[in-house]
């Protein structure tokens, strides 16, 4: 069954196709990037976990957050050539932090191991705790040193570091806390405008509606100036024809 269309029809056919598009293209999108971690590293001098930047090809970056999850083991060794001996057990209380880009720090639960020794080494292992850090960025970060821009090519340096928690002990001591999991990187954007198949559907629909009505519109007028040209033709022949009756 075919239904007449008019113009008022059409256009909204045309602004709701039109208005589908834009909600289309301004939906938010994210993309998450995960990166391990090494495993092992020192107080002094943390670890690094590289995530890739933002690909300006998907649309416009919006937001960031990275979480770092994983264990913590906080560990201390050499604790041989403190003098005087320290007591046991080690008080551990162990934290995490997303130093570069500044992203903030995690405190763990507090715990204590004895003082054990292995190959004339003296240490002290805790038990392993779970991490579960969020960071919540902006896509620019100029005030870090150096500044950082999350969208573009190449990698940003995430700087982790970890701590036994334990006061200081001596020179030689080493605080070989180990870090096991991951960094993962969300991206928040806004896709690029590109017409989903839907809305592109949909636009055609009511640009084709457009056209309909515009060709039918024609055609009456058309028909009408027809039906005006004849009708005079019509009058002079039957004024040049007498009736008759019979």
């Not at 301004?26 to 933002?54: E, H, K, M, W």
């Not at 050539?81 to 997303?98: D, E, M, Q, W």
């Amino acid at each position: 069954m075919l239904v007449p269309l008019g113009r008022s029809w059409a256009r909204m056919a045309c602004g709701a196709a039109a208005q589908a598009l834009w909600a289309a293209s301004a939906q938010a999108a994210t993309i998450t990037v995960a990166v391990p971690l090494p495993g092992y590293f020192s107080v002094d001098n943390g670890t690094d976990a590289f995530v890739p930047r933002f690909d300006a090809g998907l649309g416009t970056l919006t937001g960031v957050t990275a979480q770092l999850t994983g264990t913590l083991t906080p560990i201390l060794d050499n604790l041989q050539t403190v003098t005087p001996p320290p007591a046991s057990p080690i008080l551990f209380s162990p934290s995490v932090s997303i130093a570069y880009p500044a992203g903030g720090d995690e405190i763990l639960p507090t715990q204590s191991a004895p003082i054990t020794v292995v190959n004339g080494r003296a240490q002290a292992a805790g038990a392993p705790e779970a991490v579960d850090l969020i960071a919540t960025l902006a896509p620019t970060l100029p005030q870090e040193n150096p500044p950082i821009d999350f969208t573009g090519t190449g990698t940003i340096d995430f700087y982790i570091r970890g701590s036994s928690g334990t006061p200081f002990l001596g020179v030689d001591v080493v605080d070989a806390t180990t870090l096991t999991g991951q960094v993962a990187v969300t991206y928040t954007y806004t896709p690029a405008a590109v017409p989903e198949p839907s809305s592109a559907a949909g636009l055609a629909m009511g640009v084709g509606a457009l056209v309909l009505v515009r060709s039918r519109n024609r055609g009456r007028a058309g028909h009408g100036r027809l039906w005006q040209a004849r009708r005079p033709v019509a009058r002079v022949v039957a004024t040049a024809v007498p009736f008759r009756r019979h």
